[in-house]
């Protein structure tokens, strides 16, 4: 299990760095990214751990990677400016 929260982390960590260097103008600071990605890819692995019961630690690592992204992609901001309408 402390194989599993170290490969956890250490993934969460380098695909948060990977999004700061792909993404920096859309996302807010390294500060809060960085640990973003690890805490989501530690609740990854402890959440599908639990439920699946250690069954495989490739399971394990694919459901740190899937709660890491969806914990970046909400830190994500709009690409361009909103544009309104000149009639509202």
């Given at each position: 299990?402390?194989?599993?929260?170290?490969?956890?982390?250490?993934?969460?960590?380098?695909?948060?760095?990977?999004?700061t260097r792909r993404l920096p103008h859309r996302l807010p600071?390294?500060?809060?990214v960085l640990p973003t990605g690890v805490a989501g890819a530690l609740f990854g692995a402890f959440l599908i751990h639990t439920a699946l019961?250690?069954?495989?630690?490739?399971?394990?690592?694919?459901g740190a990677v899937i709660v890491s992204v969806a914990s970046l992609s909400?830190?994500?901001?709009?690409?361009?400016?909103?544009r309104r309408s000149a009639t509202v």
């Amino acid at each position: 299990m402390l194989l599993e929260a170290l490969s956890s982390a250490i993934l969460g960590l380098a695909l948060a760095w990977a999004a700061t260097r792909r993404l920096p103008h859309r996302l807010p600071a390294r500060a809060l990214v960085l640990p973003t990605g690890v805490a989501g890819a530690l609740f990854g692995a402890f959440l599908i751990h639990t439920a699946l019961d250690a069954g495989n630690m490739l399971t394990v690592l694919l459901g740190a990677v899937i709660v890491s992204v969806a914990s970046l992609s909400l830190l994500l901001r709009p690409a361009g400016r909103l544009r309104r309408s000149a009639t509202v």
